[in-house]
Nanobody, 127 residues
Framework: QVQLVESGGGLVQAGGSLRLSCAAS????????MGWFRQAPGKERDIVAA????????YYADSVKGRFTISRNSAKTTVDLQMNSLKPEDTAVYYC????????????????????WGQGTQVTVSS
């Protein structure tokens, strides 16, 4: 069983930065591709960024490309989302998630491909 816990959310002014981190319990966490999703009020949950097991391949939604960076540490025990040049439209609850396919070098951007989810962390960007 894998449990995911997000941290690093908060309130920031437009143009500012935040770094989200996702830590997991479970011995097999390091073997999974990971993703960050977000859900704004009244909207569906959407992919933000995704990363392969090794960290060599990543995906970004068009809305965050060039501003956000997904990464995982060398031990593959955490997955971070560095968010720069934040905009009010980035306001949402951010979730990290893990797939169950081990050692996959591809990234996954569909919610239904993810089996494990964190509880979410709120990011609020003021104008």
């Amino acid at each position: 069983q894998v449990q995911l816990v997000e941290s690093g959310g908060g309130l920031v002014q437009a143009g500012g930065s935040l770094r989200l981190s996702c830590a997991a319990s479970g011995r097999t966490f390091s073997r999974y591709a990971m993703g960050w999703f977000r859900q704004a009020p009244g909207k569906e949950r959407d992919i933000v960024a995704a990363i392969s097991w090794s960290g060599d391949n990543s995906y970004y939604a068009d809305s965050v490309k060039g501003r956000f960076t997904i990464s995982r540490n060398s031990a593959k025990t955490t997955v971070d989302l560095q968010m720069n040049s934040l905009k009010p439209e980035d306001t949402a609850v951010y979730y990290c998630a893990a797939v169950t396919t081990m050692y996959s070098e591809r990234y996954y951007y569909r919610q239904e491909e993810y089996a494990y989810w964190g509880q979410g962390t709120q990011v609020t960007v003021s104008s």
